[in-house]
């Protein structure tokens, strides 16, 4: 192992957290070098207009993910089971490379609900503690969101979002999200334009009494420069967007948001190609003196640091801190250790309606974030007494492809194949149109993650093992949401509705969504969180961790918005607190 | 490593795909931006098998000429390009799940939820497979062939191996039983008839024709200035249309 000279600042992975960190931080002047295991990867030659829209190589072969032979998982729904690896990932497709999953990210960005921050105490204090289910382990976050606003609001800019207000200071706003928590500013773009099924969204929930929005999106729908001086251009619907990178510099990402102004300051450095294997600790294990890594070309590096970021994706920051010996392990048995608790996900479904042949949806005039949504089922927005469930869902209908290998849709009891199969198949395309759904997920005592006892990396090292299954609380929940996702889709106009309700177990195989959180959860104390409120580790106050692994449990949408305000959150107390005071707690356990 | 592009690396590992054979590097003070750069997938032309034996190519295609039949939709399967598609497929990273976790110990009893666990790739899993399924049919079928069978006889066939009524030889699950297998051709063949046709399926965009995906066309701002209208445009492929290279469309 060759030893290198000593930097600030090590980051562990160059995504979507991996790249702010390290541009805010080398802005505020410090030596940063950020250790990525893919390739370099940017929109000219690797998003290139000429091979990107290509159905086959990215979203059936998984071209530009981390593929499982380098790094996966096992997997089981319960503890009593023997879990076995994922040999080829479906129900989530973690990123690799610059970028990460950034890349090829959907982009629905949203903000949590303020009482998805007080969650635990909220929900006993309007329905008491026997309202909550059976082992139930949901808690409250060491944030606010009202500490988070700010930081919401500027990732939402430096990503260009594009959406309505619903909620400014306080002033409920005509044509956005009412239910939304309040916002300093405006969205920076302007919401996509609408396709039909949006349009017949919007007419169809407001007749119902909903509140239809415009889903935010990091689609943005005009020419947008960012707060760094990085320009993007509008999105054209080009319906390869979720599983691909953008050729139009129009999704926000790592590469169109963040990379052009990082790779220009020469006090960054960025190494690719290299898999950090291990944070290193000084004698004392309470201090972390690097890291570990390996190139491609199978050497060993030491790279001291003074300060040890981990932004390599929930599930491996989570995997790194196990396999580097950070904090104790949780133990379901017990309910006693923090590392590898909370393990949660989402819970999506939906319905489908079949329309007749004079509606031409067209989604292939899509966008990862078109859409139009509803948040009146949603965190805690309506009365949960009645239904007996915790939790909730938005209502989402959205136009992002129609790539045919994928998204081929055919009447129930339609054969597989011949004839019937294709006849059927001319006559539905491009007339039903899906009400989806994304569901909160909360978290349980025998819901976690730890280290398998069989199944190695091309290393040797153990994989990762996941516990997981949907719980009764979230599949009572899901039923009563996609009964709400029926109602809408009938009063579209649909000729059938085919209710498509979230079954158990969880299945390794179809695609379900990218939100793998909790495992190194925030918190308010060293028993029930791995890091405290600004994302310091507990035990190693010179390592901070990003991403969803922070959360408590997750809320009814997506990440990523929350994963970027957090970002910035654990920034802004990195750069005017803890470097003024360097290797110290900021918050006495 | 400036005067060494990825194309370079690339092209001296031939087909193993760019980020297993590139190395790692250094970046900093600006974007690594080469000029003509971008890493086009390779054209398949048909012509020969690059795995398929002969044999076997003949049972592909009179297998994806079942699933997908010709009839005024479209021409059928093997005239589609499936079988070219799948032999391509089979001969490069896909065909050996290059990409997968493919270590033991493989469980004898996986759980449903637990997806793939079987130790056969895709070469082995058709190799097998299709020896077994021509066995079946020699054994049924008085010594004759899939091909050979009537389109009846061969649809009643696929209908048992996907219902899982039909034993194939020795194989079984975890391994491969007749309706993994049914549904690994199934799956590939409809991946050939509706991927871009650089891949040499969806020949001329027959698959895209067939249910009005206006395939790559990158920008469809007219399509959202107006909703719900009825699309008329021709499809278009990331190797272009063949009326650009002088063809009908
Ligand atoms: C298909 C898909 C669709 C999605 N859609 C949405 C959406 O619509 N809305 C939303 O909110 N979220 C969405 N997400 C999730 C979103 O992409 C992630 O939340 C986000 O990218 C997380 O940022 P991150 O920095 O934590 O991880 P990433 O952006 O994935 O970055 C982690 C980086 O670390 C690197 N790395 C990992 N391990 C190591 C190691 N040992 N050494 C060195 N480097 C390492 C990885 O290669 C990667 O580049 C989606 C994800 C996927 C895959």
Redesign the pocket.
Known sequence: MSRLPKKDVVI???????SIMAHELAQAGLDVVA????PWRDTASDYNIGTAPDELRYAIRQDI??RPAQETLTARNTPDQVALPIRKYGS???????????V???????RFMPTDFNLRSHLVGRYGEGFLPEHSTIQDWPVSYDELEPHYDFFEKVCGISGKAGNLRGATQAGGNPFEGWRSDEYPTPPLKPNLAQNLFHKAATELGLHPFPLPGANVSTAYTNPYGVRMAPCTYCGFC??FGCANYSKSSPQTCVLPVLMRQTNFEARTL????KINLAPDGKTATGVT?VDSAGREWEQPADLVLL????L?NVR?LMLSGIGTQYDPATGKGTLGRNYAYQTNAGSLGYFDKDTHFNHFAGA??LGMMADDFNGDVFDHGPHGFIGGANLACNSTNARPISSRVVPPGTPRWGAQWKKATVETANHTANVGSQGSSYSYRDCYLDLDPTYKDPLGRPLMRMTFDFKENELKMSRFIVDRTAEVMQAMGAKQVVKNYKRGPWDVVPYQ???NTGGAVMGNTPEDSVVNRYTQHWDVPNVFV???CLFPQNAGY????T?GALTYWALDAIKNRYLKNPGQPMVQA | MPALTRRHLLSATALVAFSSSALGRSLTGSLPWQPNEAYPPQLVRPGGWYFLTADEAAMVDAIVTRFIPADDLSPSGKDAGCTVFIDRQLAGPYGTYEWLYMKGPFSANPLPTQGIQSPLVPQQQYRQGLAALAAHCRDQFGGKRFEQLTGDEQDGVLRAMEKNELQLGQLKRPLLDAKMFFDLLLQNTMEGFFADPVYGGNRDMVGWKMVGFPGTRYDFRDVLANPGQVYNKPPVSIIGRPAWNGRPA
Do not use: D
């Open positions: 562990i992975g160059l995504g979507w957290t991996g250790i990525e295991r893919g993910f981390l989530f497709l973690p990123g690799n490379g610059v970028g990460g999953a950034g090829h990210w959907n982009g629905h960005t949203w979720e599983w290299s898999e950090v294997t890594y932004c390599a994706y929930s491996f790194l990862g974030s969504t990218t939100h990003s991403g969803a997506n990440p990523t918005g994963v």
